[in-house]
């Protein structure tokens, strides 16, 4: 019965209102990576050129999706795209020191996410996983559908001086409110998320309901 009337709550919810709540939501979102990229550029610029010009595109790419008004949500394929770009951009600037591996379920493709939310989670996992080590780190992008239900996780490895959840990186929290605001605008009690340290690991895990 509860969820029943959570249900019948979600399908109440003034259109307008929600659509006005995701943007404002949406438009926090900075990314940190902005200079970093621009920087990377300029080192590019005078010894490889055309390297420095696909950075470049791929940072407006991202920008231009990040800006436009894009609704209330976009397919998971989408933001794999959007992911797979921005992850483009840092390994220029990380080089082996990232080590990206993605595990993907095309049957959980189109599933319902709100835009530009996939970005900042992988984000996170560069800035708390890869950056502040000097071995760098690795980052395990993986979708599936179970069922009824896609399952998407982001796992990224830590420092080796964060072992345990007391010590993980604080700075996860900004974002990831975003994100849980974000999710439960848009499917309201029917969305799972979670995130903590699991066996020396970071992981970010969302369950959606499958289209």
């Not at 896609?150 to 604080?170: G, K, M, Q, S």
């Amino acid at each position: 019965l509860l969820v029943t009337a959570l249900r019948m709550r979600a399908r109440a919810r003034t259109p307008a209102a929600t659509t006005a709540r995701l943007t404002e939501l949406q438009a926090r979102i900075r990314p940190h990576f902005l200079f970093n990229t621009l920087n990377s550029a300029i080192a590019l610029v005078r010894d490889e050129p055309a390297k420095a010009e696909a950075l470049l595109e791929d940072l407006s790419d991202l920008f231009r999706h990040a800006l436009v008004e894009q609704g209330e949500s976009a397919t998971l394929e989408e933001e794999i795209v959007l992911a797979r770009r921005y992850l483009d951009i840092e390994q220029v600037r990380f080089g082996e020191r990232m080590r990206v591996q993605w595990v993907l379920d095309a049957r959980a493709n189109a599933a319902r996410l709100p835009p530009l939310l996939l970005q900042p989670l992988v984000e996170n996992a560069v800035k708390h996983g890869v950056e502040p080590s000097a071995r760098g780190g690795k980052l395990r992008i993986a979708t599936e559908r179970r069922g009824g239900r896609v399952v998407l996780t982001i796992t990224n490895t830590l420092p080796t001086d964060r072992p345990t959840a007391e010590d993980a990186p604080r700075g996860h929290g900004i974002a990831q409110a975003n994100v849980r605001d974000r999710l439960r605008l848009l499917h309201d009690v029917d969305c799972d998320f979670s995130a903590g340290v699991q066996g020396g690991l970071y992981q970010v895990r969302i369950s959606l309901p499958a289209p």
